[in-house]
């Protein structure tokens, strides 16, 4: 993904022969008044002066980051975006990212993580140091080996990350990743989730793992857990998670 606004290198040009005369962006075409004074900085702006190159760029970062299927109105007022802010796309990722329709409750938990996603987001929100050679091996298992992508496109994504088998692998990582230490040492629950009240620390392991609300049954049969198990706060801690 494109992070910082696009710059064209200085250079020198013959002054025997004119630059090409480019369409202005937006205008859906792209002509050329010389056929011989074309180089690779001139492909470029030929290909963003199309419309279909906002719409296209538009389409990957809310599939990508939003929702699954973006509608064309959604497509349109990002491509709209880009092109107001002339391909900055930190401008751009920074107003989808904070806008209301990021965070409205249709689009919230539509997009399914990937195993990178899961395993990697999951190390960073418990501060795992990580071992990575079990990464490798968990992430195969999970279909996305990260050294051998199925194609040079790289995966498909979405829906086809989840399957019985796959769902349950998922399972069995989440739950090994705090029971061992076959993925990496683990900071001390007792460090992650403050002291206080079971209720308390009920609502900080679920706005930490999942950031969204439970069943009431859900987080009371958590909050007995902590009041009625054994062992240390962390022991307890990391049995909730």
Excluded: H
């Amino acid at each position: 993904m494109i992070s910082s606004p696009i710059r064209r290198r200085s250079r020198s040009r013959p002054t025997s022969r004119p630059r090409p005369r480019i369409a202005a962006a937006g205008s859906g075409s792209a002509s050329r008044s010389d056929d011989q004074d074309l180089d690779g900085d001139d492909g470029v702006d030929l290909c963003l002066a199309q419309d279909a190159c906002p719409r296209f760029l538009a389409t990957k970062i809310l599939k990508m980051f939003v929702l699954p299927e973006p509608d064309e109105n959604q497509i349109n007022q990002v491509a709209a975006r880009i092109r107001e802010c002339d391909y900055k796309m930190d401008e751009v990722m920074r107003g989808v990212l904070a806008s209301e329709f990021f965070f409205s409750p249709a689009v919230r938990y539509s997009i399914i993580k990937s195993p990178t996603d899961l395993v990697l987001g999951s190390y960073r929100t418990l501060k795992v140091n990580a071992n990575m050679q079990s990464t490798v091996q968990v992430l195969a298992l999970l279909a996305q080996d990260v050294f051998a992508p199925p194609t040079v496109k790289g995966w498909e994504g979405k829906r086809k990350w989840i399957n019985s088998a796959r769902l349950l692998t998922r399972a069995n990582f989440v739950a090994e990743l705090v029971s061992s230490d076959r993925f990496g040492d683990m900071t001390d629950p007792g460090e992650l989730i403050p002291p206080g009240p079971a209720a308390s620390e009920v609502n900080t392991t679920l706005e930490l793992l999942i950031a969204r609300d439970v069943p009431e049954e859900v987080s009371q049969k958590m909050v007995r857990y902590l009041r009625e198990s054994d062992g240390s706060r962390s022991d307890r801690l990391r049995g909730l998670l």
